[in-house]
Structures are given as structure tokens and as C-alpha cells.
């Protein structure tokens, strides 16, 4: 019971905490340049020119390519490949979108991805959870050897090893199973990421070990334990652990593209998909389809803006 | 009242004290590490089928050579000679080391700067911040499929500002030469930069806001410029942090695969003047028909892993903490 009340007083300091520094917008403490200097007369003229060059480059730059990406998807495709380039659409074309959903089969890709994305997180969600809590609190005989065979894979950098995997995929040792074209083939692999163990050990090893003893005293299995106690005073980290996984399967291209290329229906990622449109589908078309798969990611990422940033740093640091 | 939980759930969970026999507590330690067990196992089946196999195997298979009608027999060093003499192993590792370098005189200058301008404005930092990041969120394929587009030698909009401009039009990525700084792979780097550099910008921004401000009070009361504060307080007490990034960015731009991939479609460029050597190894291992070979594949990946361990390894070393 102390242990709730205990978690709910933190949750609650946390929203305190939060709401203040939304609220101050400005930072707390100085930076680089002072803001007595910015408040001189030539100070306030230069900041002003700065913040709006800044405002319009970065708008420019970063808004810039999406802006054609968005208006291109509606243009025919004379007016696509025309040199001078329209600035705007000059006659919208709202059907590109439609010819490349069905020539392309965006549909079949998206839904590809969203299941093989929502698969990978499950498993990893359990299994990566259950290894560290396991890690963590349980402490098996030899949990530190595995712990140092999980993190030292970390220093093995991913795309080097997957001629190996491949093979391994297609014809696993002991079952003699051909995962290729599976979602399995995306799944199963998932889970051995030792970002996510080392993530997840971390944050369990802040949960003092009262918590476990209690509910220990009143009967709780390992399992209730993890369930009632550690996943819901983990649900920062697992959201980091999850967002990290969808985008990671979201973006991912060499493995999808080994592993789910060349079916029909379609297998592939979305990510894949639309590098393999690239021959013989009109410009506008390809551009339209591309369109379309990053709209999901961009309301995904406005959405959970605040959590993929906080993650991106609290969570540690990931190239 | 946690005190008091604590001590007894000590007490219960303590072994007991009687001396006895051992075997008593024997048992209750064997059921806990079941269970223990029983919670890591699916995550080490996982990293033994895919990751911790798959090491051992690319070395053993780099050793090996398949025997006709199957199987596979020893081969020595017949795969590493093999790679070694193919003159556009060389050729990639040159590329790679190319891209490498013009990621990080662009790729990683680049966010730092932004990150410190962006750290001084007072306004518009949640939507700059976003708008630096939003990039990094897109589908690669999809933002790179936009630079295919932009970089078309004959309706791309790259050219088209040029064009009015009065500047000489460029062919972009499958611009020919394989000069130190060639246009293709500058191309490259762009497209690279700025798909990625959001994620970097964002972690040195939360470093920045780590900083004390009196240290920069100091410095400006010693009269200290802004350059020099940047360079005696911002640089020194962000050090961590980018040597940490400048290791992770090297080995990240090592394995660069899908710019050069998407952008030129698999092709790796004009006379292969953007192949990179996992475009490489990709190419040994599945893109040739026919005559697709894991085995040199493995080779080449080895090679690789050396040569980014032996990187990473050195780069700890040089830059360890000397006091």
C-alpha cells in the first residue's frame, strides 16, 4: 500500500515538475550570451535579424523538401517533370493519391508495417522486460555473464552481421525453419537488442528494492511482482523502449528488404516498398506514395513529440 | 512504515538460521533461480539464434567455401585473398572513407552549431526544435526518394536554382569523377545530414541546458568574447558528450548503406563512385546472380568489424579521461 502512495506522490511531483518548466519558456539559467546584452539597444536589433534568418533558413531548409514532397504528390505528371518548376500546384490532382495507393499497393505496404512494427514491439515488450526485471531483481546464477554477453553486442555495429543472420533466418539451427518472407523473420530477431536490456535493467535497478520485499511479504510471485509493481512504476522507460522499437522497425530498410522482398501480395515495408516504386511509376505518383507513408510518421511523431524527445535524451544516446 | 515492511521481508526472506542441513536451503534457491531463469530465457534464445550465432558463424563462414552438391569445406584464406584482390573492395573503402570524412566535417559540425544557436534564442525554440527533428521521423526511403527528385539531372529543382542563378547545372549523385571531394558523394552527405543531424542537434541542445551559467559569467567578466567562451566554456564542458557522438557518428557513417543505395537505386553510382562496403557486401552476398557468395560476403564483413573495433577501441583509448 505504501508503495502505490509512494508512486502516485512521485507521479504527481513529476506533472508539478513538468507544467513548470512548460510554463517558463525561457531558460533558467544564462547561456552563452547574456541577457543583459541581449537587452542593449544593439543587442535587441541583432537578435531580432538573427531569430528571423534563423526562423527563415530552418523553415526553408527543414519544411522546405516536405513542402514539395506534399504539393509534387498533387501535380500531373507533365507539370512534375517541367523545367522551370511550378512553385505551387497549378492544376491539384487529388487522384495521384488514389492511382498510387492502388498501383502500389500502399494499403497492403502500410498495413505491412504497422503489423510487423506492432509485433516487434510485443515481443520485445515481453521478453526484453521479463529478461531484465529478471536481471534486475531476480538475479538468476550467471545473470552477470549473460548481462556482459547482451551489452557486449553493442559494440558489434548491426549491418556487419547480416549475411549471418540471413542465413541463420532461413534455416534455423535445431528447427530447421525458413523464416524468410515470415513476420517472424522481423519479430524474433527484434528481441535481441541490448539497447532495450540496458534501458530496462537501468531503470529497474532505481526501484529501491522495498517495493519487491513488500509485495514478497504479501505473497506476490515473481510474476505478480512485475506486473503490479515494476511495469507500472516503469511506464517512462517503456514508453521510450517502445517508441525506440516502432521507429526503429518503421525505418529499417536492408533487413526488410532481405527478408520480406519479392512476394506476392506484397510483403514488403513501406520503406522498402516505395524504393522498389522507383522503376517504371510516373514521378508524381512515386512522390504521392511517399507522401502518404509519411504522414502516418509525422502525426506520430507530432503526437508523442514530447516523449520521443525526452527519450531521444533521458533515454541515452542513440546515433 | 517501509522500514518496518523492509526488515521484515528481510527476515522472511533471509535463509534460515538454524545450521542444519544444507539441502533445506538448497531447494528454495534452486526454485528462485528457475524462476529467474524462466523470465531471462526467451530474451537469450533470442540472442543466441541472432545475434551471439551469427558472430561465431560470420567468422567460421569466412573461412569456408561451399562444396559443390553441398556442404561446405574449409577454405583458409582463399575468401580474404579473394575480397583483397578485387579491385572495388578498394575502391569501396575508399568511398566509404570519403563519406565518413564529408559526414563529419558537415554531419557533425553542423548540429553542433545549430544546437548552440538554437540554445541562445529565446522564441521559437519548441517549433525550431521540432521542424530540426521532423526530418529524422520520415520513412528514409521516402526522404531520400524527395532527393532523387530534387538532384534529377533533367527536371530536378536543384538544378532549376542553378539554372537561375546563372551557375553550372550539376548531375548530382551520378555526377562521374572519384576526386577526394566528389560531387556525388557530397551529395550523398547532403541528403545524409539532413535526414539525420535532427537526433544529434537535439542531444547537444539537452547538454547545452546542462551547463552552468556561472561559467559563463565568469569567463564574460575575465573578458571573454563569444568565440572564446566557446571555446574555453562550451567545448570543454560539453567534451563528453561529443566525443561520445564523434565515435558513434564514425561508426554510423561507416556502415552507411541506404543513401547510396536509394539515391543512385542500388547502382552505387557512376563507376561506383558512392558504393559503400555494406553496399558491398550486400552486392557479394545477394545481388549478384548466380554467383552470389556468402562466404565472401562474411570475409568482408569481418574485415569490417575489425577495422570499426580497432576504431572504436583506439578512439576510447585516445581519448580516455587523463588525470
Known amino acids: 500500500m505504501a508503495a502505490f502512495a509512494a508512486f502516485s506522490n512521485r507521479a504527481r511531483q513529476a506533472r508539478h515538475d513538468r507544467r513548470a518548466r512548460n510554463r517558463a519558456a525561457t531558460p533558467a539559467t544564462r547561456t552563452l550570451i547574456s541577457n543583459v546584452a541581449l537587452n ?20 526553408l531548409v527543414f519544411i522546405g523538401p ?49 503489423y510487423y512494427a506492432i509485433g516487434a514491439l510485443a515481443f520485445q515488450i515481453v521478453f526484453d522486460v521479463a529478461a531484465a526485471y529478471s536481471l534486475s531483481k531476480l538475479r538468476p546464477v550467471l545473470g552477470n555473464v549473460v548481462l556482459f554477453l547482451m551489452l557486449a553486442t553493442l559494440m558489434i555495429p548491426v549491418t556487419v552481421l547480416v549475411v549471418p543472420q540471413y542465413v541463420t533466418v532461413a534455416n534455423m539451427p535445431f528447427f530447421h525453419w525458413n523464416l524468410i518472407g515470415t513476420p ?69 530498410f536492408l533487413w526488410p528488404l532481405l527478408v520480406e522482398y519479392g512476394y506476392t501480395p506484397t510483403r514488403e515495408t513501406l520503406n522498402v516498398g516505395i524504393w522498389q516504386a522507383q522503376v517504371g511509376v510516373p514521378e508524381n505518383l512515386l512522390i504521392a506514395a511517399s507522401a502518404i507513408a509519411a504522414v502516418p510518421t509525422i502525426l506520430f511523431f507530432l503526437v508523442f513529440q514530447r516523449n520521443i524527445m525526452s527519450g531521444l535524451t533521458a533515454g541515452g544516446i542513440r546515433g | 512504515m517501509a522500514n518496518v515492511v523492509t526488515s521484515v521481508a528481510r527476515r522472511a526472506l533471509a535463509p534460515p538460521p538454524v545450521g542444519g542441513k544444507r539441502r533445506k536451503a538448497l531447494l528454495p534457491r534452486a526454485r528462485r533461480n528457475g524462476t529467474a531463469w524462466g523470465f531471462l530465457i526467451g530474451a537469450v534464445l533470442a540472442f543466441s539464434f541472432f545475434s551471439w550465432y551469427p558472430i561465431v558463424r560470420e567468422v567460421l563462414m569466412s573461412f569456408q567455401k561451399p562444396v559443390y552438391g553441398g556442404g561446405n569445406t574449409w577454405a583458409g584464406w582463399g575468401n580474404y585473398v579473394r575480397i583483397f584482390r578485387d579491385p572495388t573492395f578498394w575502391q569501396a573503402w575508399r568511398n566509404t572513407v570519403e563519406f565518413t570524412v564529408l559526414a563529419l566535417v558537415i ?28 526530418p529524422v521521423m520520415l520513412p528514409p526511403a521516402s526522404a531520400l526518394l524527395l532527393f532523387v527528385y530534387f538532384y534529377n539531372p533533367q527536371y530536378g529543382l536543384f538544378d532549376d536554382v542553378l539554372h537561375f542563378l546563372h551557375l553550372p547545372t550539376s548531375q548530382w549523385v551520378f555526377q562521374p569523377g572519384t576526386g577526394f571531394i566528389s560531387t556525388a558523394m557530397v551529395s550523398v552527405v547532403i541528403a545524409s545530414t539532413w535526414m539525420n543531424m535532427g537526433s544529434a542537434t537535439l542531444i547537444y541542445l539537452a547538454a547545452l541546458q546542462n551547463i552552468p551559467g556561472e561559467l559563463y559569467e565568469a569567463a564574460e567578466l575575465e573578458g571573454a568574447g563569444i568565440f572564446r567562451r566557446i571555446r574555453h566554456v562550451t567545448i570543454p564542458q560539453t567534451r563528453l558528450i561529443l566525443v561520445l557522438l564523434l565515435m558513434l557518428q564514425v561508426v554510423a557513417t561507416m556502415q552507411m548503406f541506404i543513401e ?58 585516445a581519448t580516455r579521461e587523463r588525470d
Open chain 1, 184 to 252: 517472424e523473420a522481423i519479430w524474433l530477431p527484434s528481441v535481441a537488442n541490448a539497447f532495450n536490456i540496458f534501458l530496462l535493467k537501468r531503470f529497474f535497478d532505481s526501484i529501491p528494492a522495498e517495493y519487491v520485499d513488500a509485495a514478497a511479504v504479501d505473497g506476490a510471485s515473481a510474476f505478480a511482482t512485475l506486473w503490479r509493481i515494476i511495469m507500472p512504476m516503469s511506464r517512462p522507460i517503456l514508453a521510450v523502449v517502445s517508441i525506440f522499437s516502432l521507429v526503429a522497425v518503421w525505418k529499417d
Open chain 1, 66 to 114: 516536405m513542402y514539395f514532397l506534399f504539393t509534387d504528390a498533387v501535380k500531373p505528371t507533365q507539370e512534375v517533370i517541367q523545367t522551370p518548376p511550378t512553385l505551387y500546384p497549378h492544376s491539384v490532382d487529388l487522384g495521384n493519391f488514389g492511382d498510387a495507393w492502388s498501383r502500389l499497393d500502399v494499403g497492403k505496404m502500410l498495413w505491412n508495417t504497422i
Open chain 1, 40 to 59: 542593449r539597444a544593439r543587442g535587441k536589433i541583432t537578435y531580432r535579424i538573427v531569430l528571423t534568418l534563423v526562423i527563415v533558413v530552418f523553415t
Open chain 2, 260 to 317: 547510396s543505395f536509394v539515391l543512385t537505386n542500388g547502382g552505387g553510382g557512376v563507376g561506383n563512385n558512392t558504393l559503400s562496403v555494406v553496399m558491398l557486401i550486400y552486392q557479394y552476398a545477394f545481388a549478384m546472380s548466380g554467383a552470389s557468395n556468402y562466404n565472401s560476403a562474411s570475409a568482408l564483413g569481418v574485415v569490417l568489424l575489425l577495422v570499426l573495433a580497432l576504431f572504436s577501441g583506439g578512439f576510447l583509448w
Open chain 2, 107 to 134: 554531419g557533425y559540425l553542423v548540429p553542433f552549431a545549430v544546437a548552440i544557436l538554437l540554445n541562445e534564442l529565446r522564441h521559437a525554440r519548441g517549433y525550431l526544435r521540432i521542424i530540426v527533428y521532423l
